[in-house]
């Protein structure tokens, strides 16, 4: 759920940066294609992209109503995009007539001279300049008035910081997605493992449960049962998943131990001696013994051990009491306690809800722990017990 999560989040923020960077290209794009002009009153306030004009040369030709002179002119580019397709238009305060020209195609209308760029020279670029000229006749004294240059702006996205900027954005989304692609699959593949060994072990554990309760003919499926009120207990403690899943298998092997108590011993129809008594007793002991060094699953010993003891010391075997007893044993005690006094028994019948919860009441405090009883008598009320199991 995560993943997928992470999943949208990421195609969100990678489709925001795509229509960035579409906004980018179509913003240079535009630049590009757009018409700039400037004319000689904006020199001052600019000077990005400027005209040099100077009469080097002038005489005087048939007399004093005739005159020649020769111009030679600087379009200037300090900028940092370079400029193309530009063209000049000149404003004389006389009408001129042309008589040579260089670097340019000059075009008379009146006072007016347009000037359109050569092939090789239409291109400024950036922080450079292009130079043109004439040679013009007019009558008498004349002078330039003003200039407009129009010329088309080449923008380069490469050069725009936002432009990698994006683009690293979008490489740091893809990488992080493989990444997180890379180590989900790691961690599914695990978890599929994981699950696979658990029910490996949940099926062995189901084995062993119904191996020992094989040995006693009025407890089969005790086992797995007292198993699922302890997980139903936990849960209702508020425990985790993880925690659950462990008390429910360690309450598959709390009697564990009665496979070294012989069967004539499980299965007396009548009552027990004292001596027979102590030996089921030792069940518990055995139980430890088996399980202590099962270390994979923690504390699975403690509820094969001190399942039996009792709030107030008067269990057994070690005679601990209150937290003393280890928790997972506590409730074990209880969903045990249960599912003993909802089975039918070689002694007597089941009893009846009212009387289990009766008995849970009288007794907390004395073998059950005053805290964990009353879980088990919400369990009741709300008939999520007992519970019937495949044997």
């Known amino acids: 759920m995560?993943?997928?999560?992470?999943?949208?989040?990421?195609?969100?923020?990678?489709?925001?940066?795509?229509?960035?960077?579409?906004?980018?290209?179509?913003?240079?794009?535009?630049?590009?294609?757009?018409?700039?002009?400037?004319?000689?009153?904006?020199?001052?306030?600019?000077?990005?992209?400027?005209?040099?004009?100077?009469?080097?040369?002038?005489?005087?030709?048939?007399?004093?109503?005739?005159?020649?002179?020769?111009?030679?002119?600087?379009?200037?580019?300090?900028?940092?995009?370079?400029?193309?397709?530009?063209?000049?238009t000149l404003h004389m305060d006389k009408n001129y007539e042309i008589d040579s020209s260089w670097n340019g195609e000059f075009?008379?209308?009146?006072?007016?001279?347009?000037?359109?760029?050569?092939?090789?020279?239409?291109?400024?670029?950036?922080?450079?300049?292009?130079t043109f000229g004439f040679v013009a006749h007019t009558a008498g004294e004349a002078h330039i008035d003003s200039y407009e240059i129009i010329y088309h702006r080449e923008s380069n996205i490469f050069a725009n910081p936002l432009f990698w900027l994006i683009i690293a954005s979008m490489l740091v989304i893809i990488v992080i997605n493989i990444v997180d692609f890379y180590f989900t699959h790691k961690l599914d593949v695990l978890?599929?493992?994981?699950?696979?060994?658990?029910?490996?072990?949940?099926?062995?554990?189901?084995?062993?449960?119904?191996?020992?309760?094989?040995?006693?003919?009025?407890?089969?499926?005790?086992?797995?049962?007292v198993a699922i009120y302890a997980r139903l207990i936990a849960e209702e403690m508020?425990?985790?998943?993880?925690?659950?899943?462990?008390?429910?298998?360690?309450?598959?092997?709390?009697?564990?131990?009665?496979?070294?108590?012989?069967?004539v011993i499980l299965n007396k129809p009548g009552q027990l001696t004292n001596y027979e008594r102590d030996v089921i007793q030792t069940h518990v002991d055995v139980g430890g013994e088996i399980l202590k060094d099962f270390t994979s699953i923690p504390d699975i010993a403690d509820g094969a051990q001190y399942h039996?003891?009792?709030?107030?010391?008067?269990?057994?075997s070690k005679h601990l009491k209150g937290e003393e007893i280890p928790l997972i044993a506590r409730i074990i005690c209880v969903a045990d306690s249960f599912d003993a006094m909802s089975s039918v028994r070689c002694y007597r019948k089941s009893l009846s809800m009212e009387q289990i919860k009766y008995e849970f009441?009288?007794?907390?405090?004395?073998?059950?722990?005053?805290?964990?009883?009353?879980?088990?008598?919400?369990?009741?009320?709300?008939?999520?017990?007992?519970?019937?199991?495949?044997?």
């Open 238 to 263: 508020g425990m985790s998943k993880e925690e659950q899943d462990r008390i429910y298998l360690i309450g598959m092997m709390h009697d564990i131990g009665k496979i070294g108590v012989t069967d």
């Open 2 to 88: 995560k993943h997928k999560l992470r999943l949208r989040v990421s195609a969100a923020a990678f489709a925001l940066l795509a229509a960035l960077l579409f906004l980018l290209f179509f913003y240079h794009n535009n630049i590009t294609k757009r018409e700039y002009a400037v004319n000689s009153e904006d020199k001052n306030s600019s000077g990005a992209i400027y005209l040099e004009y100077d009469m080097t040369k002038s005489w005087n030709e048939d007399g004093k109503f005739r005159r020649g002179a020769e111009y030679d002119f600087v379009i200037k580019n300090n900028t940092h995009n370079d400029i193309y397709g530009w063209f000049v």
């Open 361 to 391: 009441k009288t007794c907390s405090g004395r073998q059950f722990d005053p805290e964990i009883v009353p879980y088990m008598i919400k369990l009741i009320n709300e008939e999520k017990v007992p519970v019937a199991v495949d044997i």
């Open 107 to 130: 075009v008379m209308d009146g006072s007016y001279i347009l000037v359109k760029p050569a092939d090789y020279n239409e291109r400024v670029e950036k922080e450079d300049e292009q």
């Open 308 to 316: 039996h003891e009792r709030w107030d010391g008067s269990g057994y």
């Open 191 to 225: 978890q599929r493992r994981h699950d696979e060994n658990r029910k490996v072990l949940e099926q062995s554990f189901n084995t062993f449960a119904k191996i020992i309760d094989a040995k006693d003919s009025y407890t089969k499926g005790h086992s797995m049962r």
